[in-house]
């Protein structure tokens, strides 16, 4: 029997990895220079901020990538987000489509909102995610 931990996802866990077939084409489409949430073993920058550092509390710059942590605290990082655009950054977010949230209509749906067909298998996890997802795109 395959490991649950890997078949299913864990809501205690908040930070799931990228899955390469989503980051690579928009990393050339956009060329990022810093991952706003990211840690050692999932960073998809050469530059990230870590948990420890609070991406939350820095200014971002560059072109960035955000995969932020799943969970009640979503909402900050889309507001991060936002705010870091209007300041001229622009970021490329992977995000729930949450389309009846307050977040999603104040914030998301000010940006490029591209749609993902299918379901997405996130690093680590032998099936996809069920809910739908969508990249979102700041673009400064």
Avoid at 63 to 84: D, I, L, S
């Amino acid at each position: 029997m395959p490991d649950v931990k890997q078949t299913w996802f864990n809501r205690a866990k908040t930070d799931y990895e990228t899955p390469q077939s989503i980051f690579a084409p928009l990393d050339q489409e956009f060329g990022f220079t810093l991952d706003v949430a990211a840690n050692a073993d999932n960073a998809k920058c050469d530059r990230y901020f870590t948990e420890q550092e609070d991406g939350l509390q820095q200014r971002w710059v560059g072109v960035c990538w955000m995969n932020p942590p799943f969970g009640k605290a979503m909402k900050k990082w889309v507001k991060k987000a936002f705010e870091e655009w209007k300041q001229g950054t622009t970021v490329v977010c992977l995000l729930p489509a949450r389309t009846n949230t307050a977040w999603w209509h104040d914030w998301v749906m000010q940006g490029e909102v591209r749609f993902i067909r299918g379901e997405v298998k996130f690093a680590g996890f032998d099936r996809g995610l069920w809910m739908p997802m969508a990249i979102v795109v700041f673009r400064a």
